[in-house]
């Protein structure tokens, strides 16, 4: 690819709106030491590596992807002759334009090649240099997925010894699901970043209204690099115009009217089998290969990565999970991976497929890196456990107590006796726009922009936006652990609106860290408790339906209880500190509601304390809570 054509691509990137370069940047927490090992990541076997680019791969259904195979070279640029392992992406984001930008792709491919594997690079159906249309995750992309490992499987591939593994952040992470669930032959491991799994509850609609900070982006990003005209449109121009005409197609017959569809308030407003087909949490009781996991805790993936990792385990798949103080692009690049204190995500992956593809004996695996490693907000330590939510966590609850004004005075959150508020809650288009949750629900670019803006760190002045509820300073700590679910009794001038809670950590000085959030609009309030989630009989984790059947306004005068989920997080309070909640009606830009709705949230909503409505926040609490007045 000449010079001037990745200008091209690099600006159409920014115009767009979601830069693929990656800026590392220099994180204030303390790090684990290491465990002690004798594993070491062996050095290159090769010098170089060679491509084979735009490579055809046919579907069952005649349609023919195309993808870049980067095998190990001598010295003389030459491919070497032998079968290797392969490592297989599956991408939205056209493989030439990774090429030219780093972060959205993970680690550099070259590191395994150079030891002895080959990459395989594959542009998604209807996108990059491949035919069809996209359709984001739709049944026969997701088919796709099965037929490519397949096809890198087969002996007719003379660099393949049939043995295969997946890598990839992302949307690359959620193909490697979708093709461990077809259980193709000869893949052995994968290793996702990122992945999402429900996608309506993680990204699309959180709480029932509609992601307006990232999803725009992310349908532009796809849809932009699809229409780059391909390389192969030169030695195979009867397939570079074709391809072209299917990603127009795309664009003109999916892009575009999901968005306004979306938007209107028609059915991808809500959940139901669109979404069902598309999220991976439905079949990944069909993945049955190890998985090593890269989450984050300020990511677009927050809520999904856990989900599948726990289903993983629990079914005795061997699975491990690094969880970190991570934006999207941050965990997508894995540049900060190392600070977790097993090496970086190249030397990660080359052990783990070494160990899974190559069968290297490594008897420390288990012992050198836990199955579950994570960052601990409020001390910025490196935790390691087994499990997600394991047997030292309590159900807990913290009771809203009195009232809270906007801008004025807090409420309290309390374990003892509860004193009777009513705290008004004003619509304010503003509130969200610039914090924490503003760049984590924008992917982190902001972040890349202004990585030293304040707001980003301290949430005191957008709290002002809404009320507030916190506890005293404490004389003991708080941990917390996983999902929370704030369940405020509300009522609601118009009948609806959504409440916007953050859970915070207020420090001695009075700057205020937001730990994670969640959303809920009071009409999709319904809870589905077959599969909401309890801890010591404690509702921890809601199940909203989000279907237009269950969709209920409020009544005029009625105060109904509404489970917030707030996003999962690990977190100590420590003594001096105040743990606290933020809740306002709107977060912006991350959501708005659909046009038919808008009116219906310029409206005041008030949240009830007292015996008669027992508002509270419910969490896993790190062994017994403290006594809290």
């Not at 993970?106 to 035919?131: F, I």
């Not at 999402?196 to 709480?207: C, E, I, P």
């Not at 999803?215 to 115009?241: E, M, N, Q, R």
């Amino acid at each position: 690819m000449n010079t001037s054509r990745s200008h091209v691509i690099v600006r159409l990137l920014a115009v767009i709106g979601l830069s693929l370069a990656l800026v590392a940047a220099s994180l204030s927490f303390s790090t684990a030491s290491a465990a002690t090992s004798t594993w070491r990541p062996r050095g290159e076997q090769y010098p170089r590596t060679v491509t084979e680019r735009d490579v055809a791969i046919p579907m069952s259904d005649g349609t023919i992807l195309r993808g870049d195979v980067q095998r190990p070279a001598g010295a003389d640029g030459k491919a070497v002759a032998k079968r290797f392992p392969v490592i297989v992406t599956i991408t939205a984001y056209n493989k030439t334009v990774l090429l030219s930008a780093g972060g959205l792709g993970g680690a550099d491919p070259a590191y395994l090649v150079k030891r002895g594997y080959v990459q395989l690079t594959v542009d998604a159906r209807g996108t990059g240099s491949s035919e069809g249309v996209w359709k984001a995750f739709g049944a026969r992309e997701n088919k796709d997925g099965g037929e490519i490992l397949r096809w890198a499987h087969s002996s007719a591939r003379p660099w393949s010894n049939g043995i295969t593994g997946m890598s990839g952040p992302s949307y690359m992470g959620i193909s490697q699901l979708w093709a461990a669930a077809a259980q193709p032959p000869g893949l052995k491991a994968i290793f996702p970043q990122v992945p999402g799994a429900d996608v309506y509850r993680d990204v699309v609609a959180s709480g029932g209204q509609l992601d307006v900070g990232f999803i725009p982006l992310w349908l532009g990003l796809v849809t932009g690099t699809g229409l780059i005209p391909p390389a192969v449109a030169v030695s195979d121009p009867a397939s570079g115009i074709k391809q072209l005409l299917d990603h127009l197609t795309g664009a003109t017959t999916f892009t575009v009217p999901l968005l306004v569809n979306a938007l209107g308030g028609g059915e991808p407003a809500y959940d139901g089998p669109f979404y069902t087909e598309r999220s991976v949490i439905n079949v990944i009781d069909k993945v049955k290969v190890p998985a090593f996991f890269v989450s984050g805790e300020y990511d677009l993936f927050q809520r999904g990565t856990p989900l599948l990792f726990e289903n993983l385990a629990k079914r005795g798949i061997p699975t491990k999970m690094i969880i970190g103080p991570w934006d999207h692009l941050q965990a997508s690049s894995g540049t900060e991976v190392v600070k977790a204190g097993y090496g970086s995500l190249s030397q990660l992956q080359l052990r783990w497929f070494d160990h899974y593809l190559k069968g290297a004996k490594d008897l420390r695996l288990d012992q050198d890196i836990a199955n579950l490693t994570y960052y601990e907000q409020g001390t910025g330590a490196w935790r390691k456990d087994s499990r997600w939510i394991g047997s030292s966590l309590r159900g807990a609850k913290l009771r809203l107590s009195g009232t809270s004004s906007t801008g004025g005075p807090a409420g309290r959150l309390t374990t003892g006796t509860v004193k009777d508020g009513a705290s008004k809650i004003y619509p304010v288009p503003v509130a969200g726009l610039c914090t924490r949750s503003a760049n984590q629900w924008t992917a982190g670019l902001p972040a890349m922009v202004l990585p030293s803006l304040p707001c980003f760190k301290d949430n005191a002045l957008n709290d002002k936006t809404g009320v507030v509820f916190s506890t005293p300073r404490l004389t003991q700590p708080i941990t917390l652990q996983g999902p929370i679910n704030a369940r405020l009794y509300t009522s609601s001038l118009g009948g609806d609106g959504m409440l916007s809670v953050a859970i915070e950590d207020e420090a001695p000085d009075g700057t205020v860290e937001r730990l994670s959030g969640g959303w809920q609009v009071l009409s999709h309030r319904a809870l589905d408790t077959t599969r909401s989630r309890y801890l010591d009989g404690v509702l921890i984790q809601p199940f909203h339906p989000f279907t237009k059947a269950a969709q209920k306004k409020l009544a005029r005068g009625e105060v109904a209880p509404v489970d917030v989920e707030i996003f999962p997080t690990r977190a100590r309070i420590k003594p001096g500190h105040r743990l606290r909640i933020a809740v306002q009606s709107f977060d912006v830009p991350h959501l708005l509601p659909t046009l038919p709705d808008l009116l219906g949230t310029l409206t005041v909503m008030t949240v009830h304390a007292s015996a008669k409505y027992p508002s509270s926040i419910n969490f896993p609490s790190v062994g017994a809570l403290p006594v809290v007045k």
